[in-house]
């Protein structure tokens, strides 16, 4: 069977983005959305989705390229002085595996935002990290064990396979690519350890920034066997901050292909079901 989560990411990382969500899942197939609790517009985004109680959120940890629940002060080892992550995987990878006190300072952060997200009272439907962090095994630890105390049951595992991209569309597999599918492994066996449920699949790695209605309608048609979770950066319009972030990234598409007809018509052509996180964690 077939079976599809849609979701988006960056919740709460600007009013353009939470417009988008809000719009795309009362208009389009978005069922799900990723909330970054520190994020400036979080607020905004936790107002709205208790607003549309059929939308599903979860938490989006952030331990880079963003801001952080605690202050500088209580993280002086892995943020600025601005209070944000940086951007390095590398730089902060080490801190958190091979540093001590960067690994307490990691905990105490974790940790902050899932009490900020249990303290907007939204149920936690599923996590995942920025920058899909949580495939660092530290990381992704620790984002499990702590999240289970504030009922996490589901986790996102970014394997995306390649024969549906080739037969989507233009794709060329690397060795990187081929190594991190291999990586995953690693964070699928922690959350199944701690008996929490897992997607089979997920698309939106490979043309991040470019789920543009062409290709997903592609893509859907194409949809392997299994849980696949599709992931999306959809905002109306792109802000300063957008900008500076993610130049590239082809926000208002995504916002367009969430709500187009071609893509509701090819999931329903390829005979894939809509779920969400708690369907598979119930085993529904």
Not at 162 to 171: F, I
Not at 197 to 203: G, K, L, M, R, Y
Not at 249 to 262: K, N, P, R, V
Request: negative net charge; charged residues 20%.
């Amino acid at each position: 069977m077939k079976r599809a989560i849609i979701s988006a990411d960056d919740f709460g990382m600007s009013v353009e983005v939470n417009e988008a969500i809000e719009q795309a899942h009362v208009n389009g197939v978005l069922s799900t959305a990723s909330l970054m609790v520190s994020g400036p517009a979080a607020q905004d985004a936790v107002e709205r989705a208790k607003r549309l109680p059929s939308l599903n959120v979860g938490l989006h940890l952030v331990v880079i390229e963003g801001p952080s629940v605690l202050p500088h002060t209580r993280l002086p080892l892995i943020t600025r002085d601005n209070g944000w992550f940086s951007s390095s995987q590398l730089g902060l990878g080490v801190d958190y595996f091979f540093r001590p006190e960067g690994r307490r300072e990691l905990e105490a952060e974790i940790t902050a935002q899932f009490e900020a997200f249990s303290r907007t009272g939204l149920a936690l439907d599923h996590a995942n990290a920025h920058k899909h962090m949580h495939l660092h095994p530290t990381v992704g630890k620790m984002m499990i064990g702590i999240g289970k105390g504030y009922g996490l049951n589901a986790v996102r595992v970014p394997l995306e396979p390649p024969k549906p991209l080739y037969a989507a569309g233009t794709y060329t597999d690397t060795l990187g690519d081929a190594a991190l599918r291999h990586w995953t492994a690693i964070l699928r066996h922690q959350a199944h350890a701690a008996g929490m449920a897992t997607n089979d699949w997920c698309f939106g790695l490979a043309w991040s920034g470019h789920m543009t209605t062409e290709r997903i309608a592609a893509l859907a048609a194409h949809l392997p066997d299994g849980v696949s979770e599709i992931y999306f950066h959809p905002a109306t319009h792109k802000n300063a901050m957008l900008e500076e972030l993610m130049p590239t990234y082809e926000h208002e598409a995504e916002f367009q292909a969430l709500c187009s007809a071609g893509f509701r018509k090819g999931l329903e052509h390829a005979g894939a079901q809509l779920c969400g996180w708690q369907d598979i964690a119930r085993g529904a």
